[in-house]
């Protein structure tokens, strides 16, 4: 039984969102392996009612990533309600996200619901999740236990109908084993987890991204036949790092489209972050040294069939890279599936059983 392949649209926010971002990213592209790795886990998981947990660096675009789990859902004809956690102070989050009554608080002028009750019969997005005061962790994981809310100044339950999306650009697991956030609630939040990786490891991701951006600003800034040069082309490609990721992108685009000429984007109209720069020019050096490294301390072991080892662990380190899919990992790796599944049954990854499934 073959798998009907998965769309690769360009995910990008239809409006303006309720809460502002100033570091988000605006647009998605599926091009890279990488990605539609992660377009397909998404179409996996969408389409149930468990806690999701997005992770991935600031710009990536998490909350794209909610939004389209949530219409993958079948909430899709309900409210999305997307809200930042570091956005307010400490005493005010409480009532931000479970309302308040009349009086419950200075300024407390009128009775309001929170973001959980807004949300009611769709998804809730808490976006930087890890921000969360420790005190507001322990009555978050209790709504979640109990489905229900108290409004602050009242002591009366209001039961909650949500699916809940969190993001964190934070490694939860370490900041669990300092202290910083409860286990308990991380381990209720990652029923499912989806990992957006980082620009830089998403290269075939880059120009479609960039021509994406290319049109928008090009069309806002009324500029007839945009197009970048092929240096411009090179430069995009040549292995910076991109640390502000896909929002760095846009923003290169739209300061190129403001500065260049005849409507040609050349290279010295790519404004780069000397940071990813000189990341760009150690990041690939340090990470060869580092194999090479490895190498020669096997070599030194003289280990039996050390190139057998070597390649079973390549093959098992791509496989679990690409979410355990066959087709994904053949192209990463550049060799044939055929090659990839009979690997795979070699070192008991598969059994010879399912020599001839799918994925």
Sequence with gaps: MSLSP???????????????????????VFEDVKSRALLERMHLIGPSTANVLVTGET??????????????????????VAVNCGAFSESLVESELFGHERGSFTGATVSRAGWFE????????LDEIGDLPFAMQVKLL??????QVVRLGSRTPVTIDV???????????DAVAAGRFREDLYYRLQVATLHIPPLRERPGDILP???????IYAERLGMKDAQLSAEAIDVLLSGYSW????????????????????????????????????????????SLKGLKDALLALFEDDRPN??????TAITQTAYEFCHRNQVQTARLLGISRNIVRAKLIQCGELPAGRQNSLP
Excluded at 209 to 215: K, V
Excluded at 249 to 276: F, K, P, Y
């Design 209 to 215: 991204l960039a021509q994406y951006f290319l049109g």
């Design 306 to 311: 050390l190139y057998g080892e070597i390649e």
């Design 118 to 125: 807004a949300a009611r019969g769709g998804t809730l997005f």
């Design 243 to 286: 640390p502000g990721n896909t929002r760095e992108l846009e923003n290169v685009i739209h300061h190129a489209l403001l500065v260049c000429r005849e409507n040609v984007v050349r290279s010295e109209d790519l404004r780069l972050s000397t940071l990813g720069l000189r990341a760009a020019t150690s990041g690939s050096s340090q």
């Design 163 to 173: 699916r809940l999306i969190a993001a964190t650009n934070v490694n939860l697991e």
């Design 6 to 28: 998965v769309p690769k649209p360009i995910l990008s926010f239809p409006a303006p969102p309720n809460v502002p971002f100033s570091s988000r990213a605006s647009a998605l």
């Design 59 to 80: 710009g990536t675009g998490k909350e794209l990533i909610a939004r389209h789990v949530h219409k993958l859902s079948p909430r899709a004809d309900k409210p999305f």
């Design 142 to 147: 209790r709504v979640l236990q109990e489905r």
